[in-house]
């Protein structure tokens, strides 16, 4: 049994370590299904280093603090969400489950935060947004036609996503040695659907010209994906984004980059308060989202952990991760001395100069 905010709530679907809980989903998934969600790019060393960069974070906790009010409530570009963690657009979520997207905005909406939809759904924005009447944001990747970015944009506004979410760390795919392959074996549908990522996800014309061309096509909040140099940070808040996320696509664009735990103080630092930033990229556990606020970040965004989450029990395993993950904020808050998760103290992290990343 656990708590949070004020809730008992017991665990009866999934495994609460998330080895176990990749394993769960493992044994369930189709082997390219699998290989397609957990492969990294390259030798996948940023894929290990993304988790384990939040563990180079040492908590600092204070006491006597009445945490009899510990909130883990806040607001994501003004809309109110019951803790910090969204999750994040991953495509072709039916690959996990027959439900796919669907049952992620129904568990979405019923533990009270945002899902970020991707342009490779594989539900039509217009199928998930049916579904429920909560807010999404539209994770937008854009084409080498502007006519089709214009469309996928337009759909986005007369389906009422709340955000534009453009991601833009794709002039390429990454090399990955496992996931890109073995397609042929997975249903007809999804194997449309991922051949027209292939085909489309990239644009290597894609620049700031296009991001000021993106945000005069909608008055939605504009917020950039994949940004890690602070120095890209500041050109996107000078040209009025909303937010930024800090990611590296989940270690499966360029390996051997600076994990997104070690990215955001600088990125915070270049924000400067002009935009909203978020991250992603190896958040596991309640411990890594404080410790992403204390860091500077409004909220963090999760993927693979849902999608292991939806192949062990579809929509309520979704339900139950993210209810397992507000538990956990909730805990972690009140042992730290917060009570607030939009005003966590700076001053409760600090890095071990001792630490090393794996090789």
């Known amino acids: 049994?656990?708590?949070?905010?004020?809730?008992?709530?017991?665990?009866?679907l999934l495994p609460t370590d998330p080895a176990a809980l990749e394993a769960a989903a493992r044994e369930r998934l189709h082997d390219a299904a699998y290989n397609y969600y957990a492969a990294g790019a390259g030798l996948e060393t940023?894929?290990?280093?993304?988790?384990?960069?939040?563990?180079?974070?040492?908590?600092?906790?204070?006491?006597?603090?009445?945490?009899?009010?510990?909130?883990?409530?806040?607001?994501v570009l003004g809309t109110p969400v019951s803790m910090p963690v969204l999750t994040a657009?991953?495509?072709?979520?039916?690959?996990?489950?027959?439900?796919?997207?669907?049952?992620?905005?129904?568990?979405?909406?019923?533990?009270?935060?945002?899902?970020?939809?991707?342009?490779?759904?594989?539900?039509?924005?217009?199928?998930?947004?049916?579904?429920?009447?909560?807010?999404?944001?539209?994770?937008?990747?854009?084409?080498?036609?502007?006519?089709?970015?214009?469309?996928?944009?337009?759909?986005?506004?007369?389906?009422g996503m709340a955000a534009i979410v453009l991601t833009v760390d794709l002039p390429a795919l990454g090399i990955r040695y496992r996931g890109?392959?073995?397609?042929?074996?997975?249903?007809?549908?999804?194997r449309r659907v991922l051949r027209g990522l292939l085909d489309t996800a990239?644009?290597?014309?894609?620049?700031?010209?296009?991001?000021?061309?993106?945000?005069?096509?909608?008055?939605?909040?504009?917020?950039?994906?994949?940004l890690l140099h602070p120095d890209d940070v500041r050109r996107a808040v000078e040209l009025g984004v909303d937010a930024i996320i800090v990611s590296n696509h989940g270690a499966r664009q360029l390996d051997g980059t600076l994990p997104p735990a070690l990215a955001l103080p600088g990125a915070v630092a270049a924000a400067a308060g002009r935009a909203e930033v978020y991250?992603?990229?190896?958040?596991?556990?309640?411990?890594?989202?404080l410790r992403a606020l204390a860091l500077g970040a409004r909220a963090v965004l999760i993927g693979r952990p849902y999608l292991w989450a939806l192949a062990v029990a579809?929509?309520?395993?979704?339900?139950?991760?993210?209810a397992l993950m507000h538990a956990e904020v909730h805990n972690v808050m009140t042992l730290a001395g917060q009570c607030d998760a939009a005003r966590v103290d700076p001053g409760i992290v600090a890095e071990n100069p001792m630490a090393s990343m794996p090789r």
């Open 314 to 322: 579809g929509e309520a395993g979704v339900r139950e991760l993210l």
């Open 202 to 226: 990239t644009n290597p014309a894609l620049d700031w010209a296009e991001v000021e061309r993106i945000r005069a096509l909608t008055a939605l909040p504009l917020v950039l994906k994949g």
């Open 46 to 75: 940023s894929l290990e280093h993304n988790v384990d960069a939040w563990r180079r974070w040492h908590l600092l906790p204070r006491v006597l603090v009445d945490v009899r009010g510990v909130s883990t409530a806040t607001t």
């Open 180 to 190: 890109l392959g073995r397609f042929d074996e997975l249903p007809a549908d999804d």
């Open 279 to 289: 991250v992603d990229g190896g958040v596991r556990s309640g411990a890594d989202v």
């Open 89 to 159: 657009p991953c495509a072709v979520n039916r690959l996990a489950h027959p439900d796919g997207e669907l049952a992620v905005a129904r568990a979405a909406a019923a533990e009270g935060t945002v899902q970020v939809v991707s342009t490779s759904s594989s539900y039509t924005l217009e199928d998930v947004s049916s579904c429920v009447d909560s807010p999404r944001w539209f994770q937008l990747y854009t084409a080498r036609d502007p006519a089709v970015t214009d469309e996928r944009v337009r759909r986005a506004v007369a389906c």
């Open 1 to 12: 049994m656990r708590r949070a905010g004020g809730a008992t709530l017991k665990t009866v």
